[in-house]
């Protein structure tokens, strides 16, 4: 019953595995930069060849980074149901093209079929460990400054690239906050009697009325803990849209030079393939 | 687009409530269909929208989108071309909606932005998802209880959420919503 109201434990943003390898070790920008480019240059593979290729390029980042994989991969283990109904969907009932490997009734799996689901889940997988690898290195600080770096060439085009980052690092911030007041709201709902009442699965908007009690008073308590915030900022001197200093200074050195190249290769590779 | 500093904070904030929405699953709702939960964590987007303006939504919209590409664990929402991309848009239509009727009815216009943004979402996402040729036209058609029970549950917690925090007496009778935030 406790359980109930102990929110603070699912949140698992910003957990960093201390380490030491080279994947720690390069500026975070790079990184960050590497695993936009792999993640879309792994988004538009689609045979079995180019796929196998990206699967060991990312299971390799995984064995260079030293973040266990199964501790990476514990996130699929609630969905793997959900997942595997998906991916007979499509092997199933996806438009027929190719060769057509099975069939029963109106059940086709053709060789196109096929590719599709395994393609989605080998990309699946990919995406998963790139992205484990890239966050269980770095720390959230160095996120959000990556972020803001990569994306300076944007002010060009008039993109509040420093303003993004700084709500980025606010909003990180106010999450565990948040995750305490809903669940003091929570706790002072059920005392009343109140909380999460057990509405008709069908009954959409009797659903929707029981969580009022819970979202409103949140949402509430946040615009009025930004309108404190606002206050605080401006009297300290923030001023929005304006060239601001930092404490830590990052310069790429030549391991972040050769680790983007790199992932440019890896990425022009995967697309020749 | 200039920001200012309340523009900066109440975009945190509420893209501070979408993420703990999504990773405590209280953003989710379940609704007896195939395709899985209904999702209110759009809300915060639709309220940054119709309270601060389109920049705000797009900002929002994108920390969304964000937070969805990397909770995801089904292979479709893993595609940052089906998880953020459209996302993008769906901080711009509500403002549009709420624009075009502020001036008539208050109520009318928070709850038309919901609805906009809500069916926006659905929209732009399932349109990625069959561009993307994850699946057919016919295989999506799946998504519509999904999406009945997704579009009335934004409108009412962005009227709620909205009407308490301008201070619009809804006059539902027995208890006042705007009694809460005073």
Redesign the interface.
């Known amino acids: 019953m406790t359980d109930d109201f102990e929110?603070l434990r699912?949140?698992?943003?910003g957990q960093y595995l201390p380490g030491n390898s080279i994947i720690h070790r390069i500026d975070p920008a790079v990184k960050l930069f590497s695993a936009i480019i792999l993640?879309?240059t792994i988004?538009f593979l689609s045979n079995y060849v180019a796929n196998g290729f990206a699967l060991a390029v990312v299971l390799g980042l995984v064995a260079l980074s030293g973040v266990p994989i199964g501790y990476s991969l514990s996130?699929?283990r609630?969905?793997v149901w959900?997942?595997m109904?998906?991916?007979l969907?499509?092997l199933l009932?996806?438009?027929v093209r190719g060769t057509v490997l099975w069939h029963y009734a109106f059940l086709h799996v053709s060789t196109y079929s096929l590719r599709?689901t395994t393609t989605?889940?080998l990309?699946?997988v990919d995406?998963?460990l790139l992205?484990s690898v890239f966050?269980l290195t770095t720390r959230t600080n160095d996120v959000t400054r990556a972020m803001e770096r990569i994306s300076s060439p944007l002010q060009y085009l008039?993109v509040?690239t420093r303003?993004?980052a700084?709500?980025?690092?606010?909003?990180?911030?106010?999450?565990p906050?948040?995750?305490l007041e809903?669940e003091r709201i929570m706790k002072a709902q059920a005392s009343r009697g109140g909380g999460l009442t057990q509405a008709s699965?069908?009954n959409?908007?009797a659903?929707?009325?029981a969580?009022?009690p819970?979202?409103?008073?949140?949402?509430?308590i946040?615009?009025r803990?930004?309108e404190d915030?606002?206050i605080a900022?401006?009297s300290r001197g923030?001023v929005?849209?304006q060239e601001r200093t930092a404490y830590r200074q990052y310069r790429l050195v030549r391991r972040d030079w050769v680790a983007v190249a790199v992932a440019v290769g890896v990425c022009v590779g995967l697309v020749l393939v | 687009?200039?920001?200012?500093?309340?523009k900066?904070?109440?975009?945190?904030?509420?893209?501070?409530?979408s993420?703990?929405?999504g990773?405590?699953?209280?953003g989710y709702?379940?609704?007896?269909n195939?395709a899985?939960n209904?999702t209110?964590m759009g809300v915060?987007v639709y309220?940054g929208a119709v309270?601060e303006g389109w920049?705000v939504g797009i900002?929002l919209g994108?920390?969304f989108g964000l937070s969805s590409f990397?909770g995801a664990?089904?292979?479709?929402f893993?595609?940052?071309?089906v998880s953020i991309l459209p996302r993008l848009l769906i901080g711009i239509t509500p403002y549009l909606a709420y624009i075009a009727v502020r001036k008539k009815n208050q109520i009318v216009a928070y709850g038309l932005a919901g609805l906009i943004g809500s069916l926006s979402n659905t929209v732009f996402v399932v349109a990625a998802i069959i561009l993307r040729?994850?699946?057919?036209f016919h295989?999506m058609l799946v998504v519509i209880p999904q999406a009945?029970?997704e579009a009335?549950?934004s409108v009412?917690?962005t009227v709620?959420?909205c009407a308490?925090?301008n201070r619009v007496q809804l006059g539902t009778g027995k208890s006042k919503?705007s009694s809460?935030?005073d």
């Not at chain 1, 700084?166 to 999450?175: D, S």
């Not at chain 2, 709702?29 to 007896?32: D, F, G, L, R």
Request: proline share 8%.
């Open positions: 929110l699912y949140i698992t943003i993640i879309l988004a996130g699929l609630p969905a959900f997942i109904a998906l991916l969907l499509e009932f996806s438009p599709l989605s889940l990309r699946l995406f998963i992205i966050t008039k509040p303003e993004l700084l709500i980025m690092t606010i909003a990180l911030r106010f999450v906050t948040f995750a809903m699965k069908w959409i908007v659903q929707a009325r969580r009022l819970l979202v409103l008073p949140l949402f509430l946040a615009l803990r930004a915030l606002v900022m401006e923030y929005p849209n | 687009m200039k920001l200012t500093t309340k900066i904070v109440v975009a945190a904030v509420l893209a501070a409530i993420i703990l929405l990773v405590t699953r209280l709702i379940p609704v007896p195939v899985g209904a209110i915060p309220i309270l920049p900002i994108f920390i990397l664990t089904v292979p479709m893993k595609d940052p071309l040729g994850y699946y057919t295989q009945i029970a009335t549950l009412i917690l709620a959420v308490a925090w919503i809460i935030s």
